[in-house]
């Protein structure tokens, strides 16, 4: 009996222990995670690098818009507080830290924003060498048999940086947020003439990779429409460009080639509805389930 109890007792310990192992190395993206998100193929930096996804898990994050609402909120601290802090494009965290944070775990950008990041390459792939970068864009960019300008030029960045993580979104993965876009608005993405932005490709990815998420910066779709809104620039860090509400309503009503951002912000209301996501700063009631 005693015997018994001993063995039980031992497969219990055992099974505890996996349990912690593989808690441990999904949140800390070991490389022994070897699944991990297929939508984000790595960069090769030499001819002989397998393909690799990117293995990433975060319990809680922190995704921060480059909005001007970011400006003189003073949140830097909370957000370098989160496990993660995700951020887009090339938003500036240098001389910006009191209100924006100065830790990034997870770069989202743009294939138009790349050349700002090769402008300032020190500065991102060696100050912030530690950052993953996940880069989207068409096609004709992306693709990777020598004719996609942009692949061509990560590629050249992953060698010259060969520690830095850049990862591409894959072909099928644009396709998946072109359908999440179709299932949420009863309309086709390309038919529309819509571009899906950096934010909507930000959201998609921070579901996946995180437990929870706040949200920094970003207002809600009913922001603009309001009487007394506030105006503000449509980047924090370029405080003399196009108002942001200014910038929204141009792309909107744009027949082709827009942004349709007051439309993806309804649509990250309802799956705030959900609890995993919530807007800290500016505050966001979520849409209440029917």
């Given at each position: ?67 001007g609402h970011m400006r003189g909120g003073g949140r830097g601290h909370e957000i370098d507080g989160h496990e993660c802090v995700i951020r887009m494009n090339a938003a500036p965290t240098w001389g910006f830290e009191f209100d924006v944070g100065n830790r990034t775990t997870v770069r989202v950008v743009s294939h138009t924003s790349v ?176």
């Open positions: 009996m005693k015997s018994l109890k001993l063995r039980w007792l031992c497969v219990i310990l055992l099974t505890l222990f996996v349990i912690l192992w593989y808690s441990h190395i999904t949140r800390t993206g070991d490389v022994s995670f070897k699944h991990g998100l297929h939508g984000y193929e790595r960069v090769p930096a030499s001819v002989t690098s397998g393909l690799q996804h990117l293995a990433l898990h975060c319990g809680h994050c922190a995704v921060v818009s480059s909005s050349p700002h990041l090769l402008r300032n390459e020190d500065t991102f792939f060696t100050r912030e060498g530690a950052t993953k970068y996940v880069v989207w864009g068409p096609e004709r960019n992306m693709r990777k048999d020598g004719k996609g300008k942009v692949f061509n030029a990560l590629v050249r960045i992953a060698r010259k940086f060969p520690h830095t993580h850049i990862y591409m979104v894959s072909r099928k993965k644009v396709l998946d947020c072109d359908r999440v876009f179709q299932d949420e608005t009863g309309k086709d993405r390309m038919k529309s003439g819509a571009f899906l932005s950096t934010g909507f490709f930000t959201m998609i990815l921070a579901m996946e990779l995180c437990d929870s998420i706040n949200v920094y910066g970003m207002i809600d779709g009913s922001y603009c429409s309001t009487l007394n809104h506030t105006s503000v620039p449509y980047h924090y860090y370029e405080a003399y460009r196009l108002d942001e509400c200014g910038m929204y309503r141009v792309h909107e009503r744009a027949r082709k080639g827009g942004h349709r951002f007051i439309t993806e912000k309804n649509i990250y209301r309802r799956w705030a509805s959900q609890g995993k996501l919530s807007f800290t700063y500016p505050t966001w009631v979520p849409q209440q389930q029917a």
